[in-house]
Nanobody, 119 residues
Framework: QVQLVESGGGLVQAGGSLRLSCAAS????????MGWYRQAPGKQRELVAT???????NYADSAKGRFTISRDNAKNTVYLQMNSLKPEDTAVYYC?????????????WGQGTQVTVSS
C-alpha cells in the first residue's frame, strides 16, 4: 500500500514563507508527475504546481514568481517552497503523486495540510 505524508503547513503572516513536503512510502516502483493542489473554503480544488520525473515544472498563474516546486527522487519526496504569501493563498494543500503500477499508472493524494496566511 502507498501513502503520502504531508508536512510543513501552518500559520504565517502575509509576506512570509512556508515549505511544504510530501513523502511517498510503500510499494514505490516509479513515480511520474508529482504536484500540489489546494482548496480554499467554498472553492474548487485547483492546481498549484506540477513537476515531471525529468524536472519540467508547471505553475498556476497565481503561483508563478512566488512558489517553487522541486522533488528528490531518491527520497520519493516533493516540496513546495512558498514565498511572499498572501491571504488568498489560505487553503488546504494536497500533494498528488502519479505512480507507475501494473497495467498503467495510479494517482495518490495526500491527506492535506492547512496553510493560513493572516493579513
Amino acid at each position: 500500500q502507498v501513502q503520502l505524508v504531508e508536512s510543513g503547513g501552518g500559520l504565517v503572516q502575509a509576506g512570509g514563507s512556508l515549505r511544504l513536503s510530501c513523502a511517498a512510502s510503500g510499494s514505490i516502483f516509479s513515480i511520474n508527475t508529482m504536484g500540489w493542489y489546494r482548496q480554499a473554503p467554498g472553492k474548487q480544488r485547483e492546481l498549484v504546481a506540477t513537476i515531471t520525473r525529468g524536472g519540467s515544472t508547471n505553475y498556476a498563474d497565481s503561483a508563478k514568481g512566488r512558489f517553487t516546486i522541486s522533488r528528490d527522487n531518491a527520497k520519493n519526496t516533493v516540496y513546495l517552497q512558498m514565498n511572499s504569501l498572501k491571504p488568498e493563498d489560505t487553503a488546504v494543500y494536497y500533494c498528488n503523486v502519479q505512480l507507475v503500477v501494473y497495467g498503467g499508472t495510479r494517482v495518490y493524494w495526500g491527506q492535506g495540510t492547512q496553510v493560513t496566511v493572516s493579513s
